[in-house]
């Protein structure tokens, strides 16, 4: 089970921290990503992490303002995001998946729940 957690409302410019948390003891056996969702719109990736956090891939739009990161021991991948604008307002889900791929959109071994966020111009 998967809980994403974090979101809120902000201002254009400001930042908050996202959390993924699993209630499962092989949670380092999965990569995680991030993905977001509009109203009327299919969910958009996001971020990527691999299992051992060796590698990370973030979507053109986001890269170098967030960052992915995973914390094995605590069961939880983070999501800090930065320097937020108001088209990045949506909810946010967490997705894992077992092997070498990073999890997609219609692949992937769980969801969780998302958090909303709200940036406001």
């Known amino acids: 089970q998967l809980q994403a957690s974090g979101g809120g409302l902000v201002q254009a410019g400001g930042s908050l921290r996202l959390s993924c948390t699993a209630s499962?003891?092989?949670?380092?056996?999965?990569?995680v990503g991030w993905f977001r969702k509009t109203p009327g719109k299919e969910h958009d990736f996001v971020a990527a992490?691999?299992?051992?956090?060796?590698?990370?891939h973030y979507a053109e739009r986001v890269e170098g303002r967030f960052t992915i990161s995973r914390d094995n021991a605590k069961n939880t991948v983070y999501l800090q995001m930065n320097n937020l604008r108001p088209e990045d307002t949506a909810v946010y889900s967490c997705a894992v998946r077992l092997g070498d791929l990073y999890p997609t959109i219609r692949n992937s071994d769980a969801w969780g729940q998302g958090t909303q966020v709200t940036v406001s111009s």
């Open positions: 992490i691999s299992r051992t956090a060796g590698t990370v």
């Open positions: 499962t003891r092989t949670f380092s056996s999965y990569n």
